[in-house]
T-cell receptor, first 111, second 112 residues
Framework: QKEVEQNSGPLSVPEGAIASLNCTYS??????FFWYRQYSGKSPELIMF????GDKEDGRFTAQLNKASQYVSLLIRDSQPSDSATYLC???????????FGTGTRLKVLA | GAGVSQSPSNKVTEKGKDVELRCDPI?????LYWYRQSLGQGLEFLIY????????KSGLPSDRFSAERTGGSVSTLTIQRTQQEDSAVYLC??????????FGPGTRLTVL
């Protein structure tokens, strides 16, 4: 059973701080990884995707991938109350179009 | 259309009835996915289509669940003889090949 694991949280950070969200995956063949943000009662929307080892930055968001450790993370700099949401990590199953989602980490940014 | 649409947005049904959920993907998107999300849970993969064919049906919870896609566009998820444990939000997503999936607003199914 291929799995993606996340800490359910809530992760509480003060406004302006860095929020660090982590994810591990079991399928060593997975090549593509995605972070989705889901506000309560809404559908997920893509924040970042990453394919290569290392860091990928987009504005306040940085995705980090370490394939050797099977670990993906998302850093949110200068966290804002509007960043409060559930963040879902997803891994693409090796050689398939199937995506395995984690159960999500709930982030609370305190004003 | 501008995005993925799903209908109905809400469906309340009685245990034992059949329901059909519809998904209209973004025009030109070849891949279409169905997920289920129970309250406070992550996304549970149900099935995906590449064109009209479904290479992976492994996520369908039971033989009461079926899905089809016609014309490489609209997809219908059918649940027969609904049970209370089928209550959840059913999300559809589409993508142009592997990569970013665009999600619809979901159908909230309540089985009484």
């Amino acid at each position: 059973q291929k799995e993606v694991e996340q800490n359910s949280g809530p992760l509480s950070v003060p406004e302006g701080a860095i929020a660090s969200l982590n994810c591990t995956y079991s399928d060593r063949g997975s090549q593509s990884f995605f972070w989705y943000r889901q506000y309560s009662g809404k559908s997920p929307e893509l924040i970042m995707f990453i394919y290569s080892n290392g860091d990928k930055e987009d504005g306040r968001f940085t995705a980090q991938l370490n394939k050797a450790s099977q670990y993906v993370s998302l850093l949110i700099r200068d966290s804002q109350p509007s960043d409060s949401a559930t963040y879902l990590c997803a891994a693409e199953g090796s050689g398939t179009y199937k995506y395995i989602f984690g159960t999500g980490t709930r982030l609370k940014v305190l004003a | 259309g501008a995005g993925v649409s799903q209908s109905p947005s809400n469906k309340v049904t009685e245990k034992g009835k059949d329901v059909e959920l519809r998904c209209d993907p973004i025009s030109g998107h070849t891949a279409l996915y169905w997920y289920r999300q129970s309250l406070g849970q992550g996304l549970e993969f149900l099935i995906y289509f590449q064109g009209n064919s479904a290479p992976d049906k492994s996520g369908l919870p039971s033989d009461r669940f079926s899905a089809e896609r016609t014309g490489g566009s609209v997809s219908t998820l059918t649940i027969q003889r609904t049970q209370q444990e089928d209550s959840a939000v059913y999300l559809c997503a589409s993508s142009y090949g592997p990569g970013e999936q665009f999600f619809g607003p979901g159908t909230r199914l309540t089985v009484l």
